[in-house]
């Protein structure tokens, strides 16, 4: 981390500043959604879990959903499997989801527990399989450009239903909920599900106060490449019929507009390769990028 010789009269201003934003947010519930440089980087995997750890600290509810889609690669590459991607979604035959859970539901699960829980915090890893909190049935996609034309994706699901009662649990014993986007099905099968998706129906089931997600951009962008924020829903629809927003951003926007749609106040799409991002877009008046308001 970049050592920033401060002197205390500051550190006390900034600490003040942020009191107004810790009231106002106490006992609020804020699903972060972890993903892209945030997850790979050394330096912002530190800063990110003591973000987590000092979110919980002052009163607030953090609930931790994370993606993985780098070491998903780069485990595939290793036993001679290409990625393929349809809409921004991952193409997930038997063996891929092999992968996807061994990767998801372990290897990355368990190093972002142990990291908030080096800094302080109290996490546990989960999956939507345990207590079979995330129920999932087989996604069929309709195609951008002929709708009525229905792609399976494999073992891709969609959730069919969230039980909130383990997280509620979990909060109510001062533990941090780190998520693995996998789901259960009726027989008991494993789905991937985007992890965007899964945050935003998170957000909403849990009616929580802000959705946060992580991303390799500052934000929302427009043609022109400056930072948008403060949108509304229909400003968002706009540049999604214009193509402003397309590829790997639909599945993030899609769930973002449904959580803003469904009662969520703020949601928040970030730069997560800026330090304690997270910080920055919750305690301070000067946001690191996009909000869309609920209304």
Do not use: W
């Not at 959604?33 to 990110?48: I, P, R, S, V």
């Not at 485990?75 to 499997?81: F, N, P």
């Not at 998801?104 to 190093?111: A, D, I």
């Amino acid at each position: 981390m970049t050592d920033i010789n401060i002197s205390p009269t500051v550190e006390a201003s900034v600490l003040a500043a942020a009191l107004p934003y810790i009231r106002r947010f106490q006992d609020k519930t804020i699903v972060i959604k972890y993903g892209g440089n945030a997850m790979t980087d050394d330096n912002l995997k530190q800063c990110f879990a003591r973000d987590v750890v000092l979110l919980k600290l002052v009163g607030m509810n953090p609930v931790v959903v994370h993606g993985g889609g780098p070491q998903i690669e780069t485990l595939l590459k290793r036993v001679g499997k290409q990625g393929e991607f349809i809409q921004g979604m991952r193409v997930t035959d038997r063996d891929t989801m092999d992968v996807v859970e061994m990767v998801l539901g372990g290897l990355v699960n368990k190093e972002i527990v142990n990291l908030i829980n080096q800094h302080g915090g109290k996490a546990v890893g989960l999956s939507g399989k345990d207590g079979a909190f995330i129920r999932a049935r087989k996604l069929l996609m309709p195609k951008h450009d002929s709708p009525q034309t229905l792609l399976d994706l494999g073992y891709v699901g969609e959730i069919t239903a969230i039980d909130p009662s383990l997280i509620a649990f979990l909060d109510s014993g001062d533990f941090i909920p780190v998520i693995a986007p996998i789901g259960v099905g009726s027989e008991g099968e494993s789905y991937n599900i985007n992890a965007d998706v899964v945050a935003g129906k998170l957000a909403e089931i849990l009616r929580a106060e802000k959705l946060v997600l992580l991303t390799n951009t500052p934000g929302v962008l427009d043609k022109g490449g400056k930072l948008l924020t403060g949108l509304t829903p229909k400003q968002i629809d706009d540049l999604v019929a214009d193509g402003t927003l397309s590829g790997g951003m639909l599945p993030k926007i899609g769930s973002a507009l449904d959580a803003a749609r469904s009662g969520v106040k703020n949601v928040h799409i970030i730069d997560g390769r800026v330090e304690h991002a997270l910080l920055l877009e919750i305690l301070t008046d000067h946001g690191v990028g996009t909000m869309i308001n609920s209304k």
